[in-house]
């Protein structure tokens, strides 16, 4: 079934241009900007979650100084990313 569907789907996705035109579709760069900071907030917000998984303390590995300042600066540059995109 996966490459029926798959035969099927690729024609139909390079033919369709010809199939008919979309009227009044105008490219406008705010989409772009909107796209971006949407995608910037998505990769921020997971490289924070994986900053804290990366700190979760375990039996042989205890959360110390130096872990805990790594956790805050991992966080301190996430914050300074998404302060530089809205400036």
């Keep these: 079934?996966?490459?029926?569907?798959?035969?099927?789907?690729?024609p139909v996705l390079?033919?369709?241009?010809?199939?008919?035109?979309?009227?009044g579709f105008v490219l406008?760069?705010?989409?772009f900007?909107?796209?971006h900071a949407l995608l910037l907030?998505?990769?921020l917000g997971k490289s924070v979650a994986a900053i804290g998984i990366g700190t979760q303390g375990s039996t042989?590995?205890?959360v110390n100084a130096p872990l805990a300042l790594g956790l805050a600066?991992?966080?301190?540059?996430?914050?300074?990313?998404?302060w530089v995109r809205l400036s």
């Excluded at 600066?73 to 998404?82: C, R, T, Y």
């Design 1 to 10: 079934m996966g490459l029926g569907v798959l035969a099927t789907a690729v």
């Design 33 to 35: 900007v909107e796209r």
């Design 41 to 43: 907030l998505v990769v």
């Design 14 to 23: 390079y033919l369709s241009p010809l199939l008919g035109r979309v009227r």
């Design 73 to 82: 600066l991992g966080i301190a540059v996430a914050s300074g990313l998404w």
């Design 28 to 31: 406008e760069p705010h989409h």
């Design 60 to 62: 042989t590995h205890p």
